[in-house]
């Protein structure tokens, strides 16, 4: 007799690396063993629920949310919706996602007995949250971990600590499932000078790149501030951020004040990551916090050395010296200085490079994670 699939229902906002996630899910899970149905909320809901749909063996939809702000009517609409899906999908599981609609989603289905499990992809009472409303979160997130969800998946064990520092969910709760990605698209060989040829990049010089939205959590000002003090100690450098955010003119105006329009650029949001990556001659992330940011491990996929902040998951990626370097968070001169080692020294940062590469294969491959959460999905059921 055929084994009877295990049906989930995928619950999570449409942007950013959530949505990302979602996608993995909606195509690495085994279709013979679980029956997926995707709610996809927030802006880019239709969007993304459009292309899971396409995929065989899924059901999506969108439910419209505001993820900024709570919007009492909206919101009320957004999980009556839920409450209905639930009981009318008659589901053997649920898995949450993100702080808002996790939460909202664990509320849908009190009463029902459906098991829940929660991914918050890093809690919303992070160290850049104002202490006070990191205390009210924490508050909803301890009662919603212990009477409404059976398990937590963090995707960081520094996501288990802080969790814990508030009192948030039991030891036995957690599951710890480090994010993983495909590293075949870092694989086809790129044209080095025809990649900084279209950025108007000289071939020949030593280039810095960093990626991600350009936001405070990200920090690109420091990226800047850093660049600068680069500059005066070799000026033959250039610099890029690729990606666009609410700081993307401050950036800009830093850049000017600074004397860097010539060699800092700024191309915007790119969709070819693996070609501008193979651009570069090491990478950087200078954020304040991060539960486990896949940046770095595409970086480390393109085999280049990294110089990241030393904050919440990113140690558990970067192994100082062998992969990359740490740096203590906003502290331009660190970052500078942790550069500027890697670009004097060529021979050993592509060896870091390397070495970084051997560790995504080891340890974050994207078929270990799916494999992760699929058992955690079958233990919560069984």
């Known amino acids: 007799m055929t084994p009877k699939k295990i049906r989930v229902f995928e619950i999570g906002k449409s942007t950013a690396g959530v949505g990302e996630y979602l996608r993995w899910l909606a195509a690495g899970l085994d279709k013979t063993q679980f029956a997926l149905t995707f709610a996809c909320m927030s802006e880019g809901g239709d969007a993304l629920a459009a292309k899971l749909a396409q995929i065989e063996g ?32 008659n589901f053997d599981l649920i898995h949450a996602h993100a702080s808002k609609p996790g939460f909202m989603a664990r509320l849908a289905a009190i009463g029902t007995g459906i098991p829940a499990i929660y991914s ?156 501008l990556l193979g651009a570069l001659d090491s990478s950087a992330l200078p954020s304040d916090w991060e539960a486990f940011p896949l940046t770095i491990l595409e970086a480390m996929a393109a085999r280049l050395p990294v110089v990241a902040t030393d904050v919440m998951g990113i140690p558990e990626i970067v192994i100082p010296g062998k992969t990359g370097l740490l740096v203590p968070p906003n502290d331009a001169p660190a970052l500078a200085n942790a550069i500027i080692q890697l670009l004097a020294n060529p021979n050993h940062a592509k060896i870091m490079g390397e070495c970084g590469r051997q560790h995504v294969e080891s340890a974050f491959s994207r078929q270990q994670m799916i494999r992760s959460i699929a058992e955690a999905y079958q233990r919560t059921v069984a």
């Open 58 to 89: 899924v059901t999506a939809f969108s439910i419209p949310m505001n993820r900024y702000k709570i919007a009492p009517l909206s919101d009320l609409r957004a999980l009556l919706r839920l409450r209905r899906e639930i009981r009318r999908g």
């Open 120 to 275: 918050p992809h890093c809690f919303a009472f992070h160290a850049g949250a104002h202490s006070l409303a990191a205390r009210g979160i924490a508050f909803f997130e301890r009662g919603a971990a212990r009477w409404l969800t059976s398990k937590i998946i963090a995707v960081a064990h520094a996501e288990v600590v802080l969790a814990q520092r508030y009192r948030v969910g039991s030891t036995e709760q957690f599951i710890t499932i480090h994010s993983g990605i495909d590293t075949a698209p870092f694989d086809i060989p790129v044209q080095k000078a025809a990649a900084r040829d279209d950025l108007n990049i000289p071939p020949d010089v030593p280039l810095v790149g960093a990626v991600g939205r350009m936001s405070r959590q990200k920090n690109p000002l420091l990226f800047v501030q850093a660049a600068a003090l680069i500059h005066a100690r070799l000026p033959q450098a250039h610099f890029i951020w690729v990606g666009d955010g609410p700081l993307m003119t401050a950036a800009k105006s830093l850049a000017v004040e600074s004397g860097l329009t010539k060699i800092l650029h700024f191309p915007g949001k790119r969709n070819d990551i693996p070609a």
